[in-house]
């Protein structure tokens, strides 16, 4: 498996990254621990957690997922083979169960969170700590058009890296990342950082896949130029460039059977283009998922494809996608698709 750069940290992360969301929710404790060891036997060093995590998430759950990751960790006495990311949720009135629904990216918040992810996963540093998404009202999870604020009362952004810098001078975490970001917001981050000498943001996780290109408008430069590479997430759409659900197929147990809210790769124009990528996949041998994957992986300012799986086949199936070079015709079918129906998902 090919190790990249994590911005200027000198870590190297695998190119493709294992995401654990579904642990606690649809993944048993067992699964879990089977997908980790298959990931990692496969040259995975790369594990993408979160405070927030199982997805959906609920207060009956909240937490499983690090509690699953930090019991593999232990029994395995892996530690040191493994660059372990999670994220502090940002600003949330609609997580009632997380800091009484109060959450903010402020001292009192990050700390409590990092300390409460640290006993879960059994550890005591977290490689890339990330902010899962602003503090402030903008543009993230799909959301279109802008309104300015009329009051800003947000969390400035040099204080949330204060906290953070001080959290790397304790040895709790050794790099920072943003989530759901916006060029923005990653453009501030990174000025301050070079101003002040506070920590400089090392990735960026955002969606990206061939439903949702958005990050290629204004993220994908700043990544390039300033070494903050993409940890594409959802690269498969929540499993919709599969093609399992054309025809209005519901497959028992999938994510977008169980949980019918999740409908943000559903839409009839993501249909249509999935049903494109899926054709044009198999005209030319390929397995759809693992096309989406490879395609992913190898855009330029993509570090890492933070793969999911719940099925031990399907993370085989996926990380094979890692040893999958794109002809340039499929790359140039991929590109007249995109122009006819660019990001159905946003
Ligand atoms: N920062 C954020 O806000 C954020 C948001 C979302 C995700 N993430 C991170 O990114 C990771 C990946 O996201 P994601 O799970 O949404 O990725 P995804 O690749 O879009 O969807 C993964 C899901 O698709 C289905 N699937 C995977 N491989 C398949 C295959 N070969 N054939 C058919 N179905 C397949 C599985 O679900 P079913 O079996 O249920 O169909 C699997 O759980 C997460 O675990 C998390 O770490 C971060």
């Not at 050794?174 to 000498?197: H, I, K």
């Not at 559903?266 to 096309?291: I, K």
Request: charged share 20%; proline share 5%.
């Amino acid at each position: 498996m090919e190790l990249r750069a994590l911005g200027r940290t000198g870590l190297r992360i695998s190119a493709l990254g294992l995401g654990t969301m579904t642990f606690g929710e649809q993944n048993t404790e067992t699964e879990a621990h089977a997908q980790l060891d298959l990931a990692l036997a496969a040259g995975i060093n790369f594990i993408d957690a979160a405070e927030l995590y199982p997805v959906p998430p609920r207060a009956e759950t909240v937490g499983l997922t690090e509690t699953y990751i930090g019991t593999w960790l232990k029994s395995r006495a892996c530690r040191d083979r493994v660059i372990l990311a999670t994220k502090v949720v940002g600003a949330s009135t609609w997580l009632p169960h997380i800091r009484g629904g109060a959450a903010r990216l402020d001292r009192a918040n990050i700390e409590a969170a990092l300390d409460a992810s640290l006993r879960r996963l059994q550890t005591d540093w977290i490689d890339l700590y990330q902010l899962h998404w602003p503090d402030r009202q903008t543009n993230y999870f799909g959301k279109l058009g802008y309104t300015p604020v009329a009051q800003d009362d947000s969390i400035p952004l040099i204080e949330t890296l204060e906290v953070l810098a001080d959290l790397i001078t304790a040895g709790k975490v050794r790099a920072v990342g943003v989530s759901n970001e916006t060029p923005w917001g990653l453009m501030r981050f990174l000025n301050l950082a070079e101003q002040t000498g506070l920590p400089r943001m090392a990735s960026i996780q955002n969606p990206y896949s061939l439903l949702n290109r958005t990050f290629e408008i204004g993220l994908a430069e700043v990544a390039s130029r300033e070494e903050c590479g993409l940890l594409a997430y959802s690269p498969l759409g929540f499993g919709v460039l599969s093609g399992k659900y054309l025809d209005g197929r519901q497959p028992p147990g999938a994510r977008l059977t169980r949980f019918e809210r999740f409908d943000r790769y559903s839409n009839p124009r993501a249909e249509w283009a999935t049903r494109q990528y899926v054709d044009l996949a198999r005209r030319h041998g390929l397995d759809p998922a693992r096309m989406a994957l490879a395609w992913v992986t190898s855009r330029p300012f993509t570090t890492s494809t933070i793969i999911g799986a719940t099925t031990l086949a399907q993370l085989e199936s996926n990380l094979a996608s890692a040893e999958l070079t794109l002809s340039r015709e499929v790359i140039d079918e991929i590109e007249s698709i995109h122009i006819q129906q660019p990001n159905p998902a946003p």
